[in-house]
């Protein structure tokens, strides 16, 4: 399978904890994405990384998150302390430059 | 700011029976129309992009089509298999080569019944 991969695809934790997700891109896409979805709505943008530059992160939704792509290759997102709001189903996209997005199959996150 | 704004909001179907999806936006300037399909439990499956007003794309029983304001996902004799959320998207236009990642509308969830 040449798609976008996600690890763990499931995650519960208790509040308070930290979790890091995993992203691995389609291999020649230099840009990467995390968004978060909440039941209902469509997915919201977080960050993006085009090969290892963060260039955005103002959307990130507190300093308890941060992602890293150290070697322009796959991705980590952590989320630290979590909150029972953190619970959400968290996506991974990759694009060839400015080109169309291929999303992940999500890590669901359940905060107890 | 950019917003997206889809309908309805949920739409039950016999098999065979076309109907469309709406998705009005308004975005600074437009760089790309997405429309992805999501079924539960799993990431986002692209279906179309489109750049241009009056620009239509076509792929086995759906057809998308942009204007100005909105665009249009018909869906022409539809099976229950097309049942899942269909999701509209924009992405702006940002000078220096910037990028602020797509905004998308909640979501059309489908039902396609036999």
């Known amino acids: 399978d040449t798609g976008v991969s996600q690890d763990p695809r499931h995650k519960i934790t208790k509040r308070g904890q930290n979790v890091t997700f995993r992203c691995d891109p389609i291999s020649e896409h230099n840009r990467l994405y995390w968004y978060r979805q909440t039941l209902g709505q469509g997915p919201e943008f977080l960050t993006y990384?085009?090969?290892?530059?963060?260039?955005?992160k103002s959307r990130l939704l507190s300093d308890r998150f941060s992602a890293e792509r150290p070697k322009g290759s796959f991705s980590t997102l952590e989320i630290q302390r979590t909150e029972q709001g953190d619970s959400a189903m968290y996506l991974c996209a990759s694009s060839s430059g400015s080109d169309t997005q291929y999303f992940g199959p999500g890590t669901r996150l359940t905060v107890l | 700011e950019d917003q997206v704004t889809q309908s309805p909001e949920a739409l039950r179907l016999q098999e065979g029976e076309s109907s469309s999806l709406n998705c009005s936006y308004t975005?600074?300037?437009?760089?790309?129309l997405f429309w992805y399909r999501q079924d539960p439990g799993k990431g986002p499956e692209f279906l179309f992009t489109l750049y241009s007003a009056g620009e239509e794309k076509e792929k086995e029983r759906l057809k998308a089509t942009l204007t100005k304001k909105e665009s249009f996902l018909h869906i022409t004799a539809p099976k229950p298999e097309d049942s899942a959320t269909y999701l509209c998207a924009v992405e702006a236009m940002y000078s220096g080569g910037g990028a602020d990642g797509l905004t998308f509308g909640k979501g059309t969830h489908l039902i396609i019944q036999p």
């Open positions: 975005v600074s300037g437009l760089r790309g």
């Open positions: 990384f085009q090969n290892e530059a963060q260039l955005e």
